[in-house]
């Protein structure tokens, strides 16, 4: 697995390419499409209906597995415990080339580029005061807790920024404590995550700036891992659930 998951207990990288207006729903659209991308990565054989959302996945109880969705107006996929970015980069960068053609995407209906590096810490502990203690315990925040009978229930804090003057490059940080509605791409479980969202607005002046698009992101958002994200956010979640284990 790559460098980047050292620290936790599941990594992983999603993108997501969300449009204006709403994807084809015929039969034959999505099965071409999930056909072209199964003769490309052989694994990814399972077809799976999930609320709202089609999708196609590897074995998903493997360490190492991938995943691609439809939904309305956006195409995900992701790409879990990788063993190295090269390759969750080129599964990635091979849906952006194919799925516009098999589904009449223009550059005007581009939306947002988002790609997604995800750590996820599973534990038996409280989560929320895992969080605390590991980000919070030190900072003025932490004088919002009174007494010994008071207990943090609630501990995510996230962050955005703006990238460059434009604004049209933006990056968030997040952590979260809750378990969510189960959808493609998502083990289940409580785990703690944290997730790095790093997002491209468009439109794009053409189909291939798509790739541009793609490389700007995972750029910014591979530095922002590497610098910010594993020394401030995740080693410091890693060293209290190492503490108390």
């Known amino acids: 697995m790559t460098a980047l998951g050292a620290f936790c207990s599941d990594f992983y990288v999603n993108q997501k390419l969300a449009l204006k207006l709403d994807l084809p729903e015929r039969r034959e659209t999505v099965l071409d499409l999930f ?10 054989s399972t077809f799976q209906r999930y609320d709202g959302e089609v999708a196609l996945e590897s074995d998903s109880t493997e360490r190492e597995w991938q995943w691609v969705a439809l939904r309305q107006t956006t195409i995900r996929s992701g790409h879990v415990n990788p063993a190295t970015l090269a390759d969750t980069y080129n599964f990635h960068k091979a ?8 589904l009449s995407i223009s550059p ?31 900072t003025p925040l932490a004088h919002l807790l009174g007494d010994a009978s008071e207990r943090v229930i609630d501990a995510q804090p996230s962050l955005g920024i703006s990238l460059g003057e434009r604004g049209d490059l933006q990056a968030s940080f997040e952590v979260r404590t809750r378990p969510r509605v189960p ?25 291939d700036d798509l790739k541009g698009a793609f490389g700007a992101v ?9 610098t910010r994200v594993v020394p401030h956010l995740v080693v410091p ?9």
């Not at 849906?95 to 098999?102: D, K, Q, R, S, T």
């Not at 995972?218 to 590497?226: H, K, N």
């Not at 979640?237 to 284990?245: K, Y």
């Open 108 to 138: 005007l209906d581009i939306d947002m580029l988002e790609v997604v590096f995800g750590f996820d810490f599973e534990t038996e502990l409280d989560r929320d005061a895992v969080v605390f203690e590991a980000l919070l315990e030190s």
């Open 218 to 226: 995972v750029g910014y958002a591979e530095q922002l891992a590497e």
């Open 35 to 44: 056909d072209r991308v199964r003769r490309a990565f052989p694994r990814l």
């Open 183 to 207: 959808v493609a791409g998502e083990r289940g479980g409580d785990p703690i995550s944290v997730f790095l969202t790093v997002r491209k607005f468009g439109p794009l002046g053409s189909l």
């Open 95 to 102: 849906l952006l080339e194919v799925a516009p053609y098999f």
């Open 237 to 245: 979640i890693h060293e209290v659930l190492s503490s108390r284990g």
